[in-house]
């Protein structure tokens, strides 16, 4: 089993009075992506600065390597790498200087700013003002600065909001090899295609509470009470038929005279089911 | 608190940058400016023959002194900690293992830095040269002040949200550590301000050096210099320790 690298042990947050987070618990261990899935002011952001020691929790215990966020220093940035919604690159820097800083800053090697300029794809660039990069090679940047000195657990927090499809996809590939390499990555998203896709385990945010928490496939099957198929015949109509014995025999006849071009399962999509629990969409 | 060197230095060597943009280069720029447009003026102007040139030239210096210090000296650290704020560099920085210390010396040194050799420079530019154990005393006097006007320059942007806030800020603070000292021979009331402030302390002790005072400073006035840089660290680390870099 894999060394749990993160723990959310009854966490509540509010401001001033107003609740944010509601008795949160989760877990995330290395080499596994955790999903946080909710809507804008769900408590995603508020999350991970209650586990990066930027915020502290009205109640609850957040650990992160061991170590209750409460009272973790800054030396525990150095296992640890952030990419938040705002960007915060050095516009008047380059590409290769603004990776330079952070190298100098977390003791990392000349050639390791090299292999993650290549990795994010911006080598290329290494010689451009950082104001000047579109926003994904900004993003990406962002990302090459979070992974700079190997952390142990890395945060995303909306990733790929915003970015081309192209784009959002190099990230997710970049996303798992570095979870392959054994790095624990805890990612919110309101995307729910990008957290079924990612993420080992999710857990649906709403209002401050978790609503559901799984791997996506569990959370899905949990949620399929009532089985569906949609099939498409020779004839060009579509039928969307629930599982009864009726339906059953309809499509058993359908198979035998073999006017089935298509046939497939309708499972809960995670937005299905955040609609279902909640009444709310996620984006 | 430990302090690690090479993260201080990055700091430093990347504020460095951040002052050579246009918002920071422009406030020692401006003092040299000021200072050298004040000579010209002073030896163009008709001053009769009781005005020794010599005491011109070291108002026109002790002017440009405070102008070094309130415009480099408490402007641009609080502009460049209010950019980091705005432009949100400083979460980053904050969330990759650099402590409050740290990222106060690095921000600091720079400004003080350049806001010392500014005030050396000033002294040819003004034509009044200070020499000898006059010198030495000027130096200490300087390098006080520079780092007091920092100290407060940081302190402000605590408070500064962005660079227009920084601006907001800064102006009141500035025109009091300027003006004040400026007109102090015009209005007694002044005057009795201006010899608590570093700015005004600076002005009156080029003031008597230019007149070969056997005195240059009181002892009063070193006991407030010091008293005033302690008592800006103190505020800054009362308010830091309150609020972070960070007021929310």
Aim: aromatic fraction near 8%; include cysteine; charged fraction near 20%.
């Amino acid at each position: 089993m894999n060394h749990e690298v993160i723990r959310l042990s009854h966490i509540s947050k509010k401001f001033k009075d107003e609740p944010v987070l509601k008795d949160l618990n989760a877990s995330l261990a290395e080499g596994e992506i955790l999903g946080f899935l909710g809507p804008s002011g769900a408590g995603k952001t508020t999350t991970i600065k209650i586990l990066t020691g930027q915020l502290k929790p009205t109640s609850g215990d957040a650990y992160i390597l061991g170590i209750n966020s409460g009272h973790i220093d800054e030396t525990i940035y150095e296992q640890i790498g952030i990419v938040t919604d705002s960007s915060g690159i050095y516009e008047y820097l380059t590409v290769w200087q603004n990776l330079e800083y952070f190298a100098k800053i977390l003791k990392v090697s000349k050639e390791r700013i090299h292999e993650v300029l290549h990795q994010v794809g911006l080598y290329e660039h290494r010689k451009k003002p950082a104001g000047k990069l579109s926003k994904g090679q900004t993003q990406r940047l962002v990302l090459a600065r979070a992974v700079l000195h190997r952390p142990k657990v890395l945060f995303l927090d909306e990733p790929t909001s915003g970015l081309d499809p192209s784009t959002a996809l190099e990230i997710h590939k970049m996303l798992f090899q570095l979870r392959n390499e054994g790095m624990a990555i805890f990612l919110t998203t309101h995307n729910m295609e990008e957290a079924a896709k990612m993420c080992d385990h999710v857990a649906l945010l709403n209002e401050g509470v978790i609503v559901e928490y799984g791997t996506p496939n569990e959370i899905c099957l949990k949620h399929n009470k009532v089985k569906k198929y949609t099939l498409q015949l020779s004839s060009g109509k579509t039928y969307t038929l629930e599982q009864t014995d009726e339906n059953i025999k309809k499509i058993s006849q359908w198979m035998a005279d073999d006017v089935i071009e298509t046939l497939h399962s309708c499972e809960p999509t995670l937005e299905s089911v955040f609609l279902e629990m909640t009444g709310r969409e996620l984006s | 608190m430990t302090i690690h060197m090479n993260k201080v230095a990055a700091i430093a060597q990347v504020k460095t940058k951040a002052f050579m943009g246009k918002n920071c280069i422009i406030m020692p720029l401006f003092a040299i400016g000021f200072t050298f447009i004040m000579r010209l003026l002073y030896h163009n102007m008709d001053m009769g023959s009781d005005a020794p040139m010599e005491m011109l030239d070291a108002y026109v210096l002790s002017m440009g002194l405070v102008m070094n210090l309130s415009m480099t000296g408490v402007y641009c650290p609080c502009l460049l900690l209010a950019e980091e704020k705005e432009k949100n560099t400083l979460r980053v920085l904050m969330t990759s293992s650099v402590n409050g210390l740290e990222f106060f010396l690095g921000s600091i040194l720079p400004v003080f830095v350049i806001s010392v050799i500014i005030n050396f420079l000033l002294m040819p530019i003004s034509g009044f040269m200070i020499t000898g154990s006059s010198l030495a005393v000027f130096s200490a006097v300087s390098i006080l002040s520079s780092l007091t006007s920092c100290i407060i320059g940081m302190l402000l942007g605590i408070f500064a949200k962005n660079q227009v806030s920084a601006g907001t800020l800064i102006t009141p603070v500035a025109l009091i550590l300027m003006l004040i000292p400026m007109f102090a021979d015009m209005i007694d009331e002044l005057s009795n301000v201006s010899r608590f402030l570093f700015t005004g302390i600076l002005m009156d002790m080029v003031s008597d050096i230019s007149k070969n005072a056997d005195k240059i400073i009181k002892p009063e006035s070193i006991a407030i210099l010091i008293a005033e840089v302690v008592v800006s660290i103190v505020l800054f680390i009362f308010f830091y320790r309150k609020n972070g870099f960070e007021k929310d």
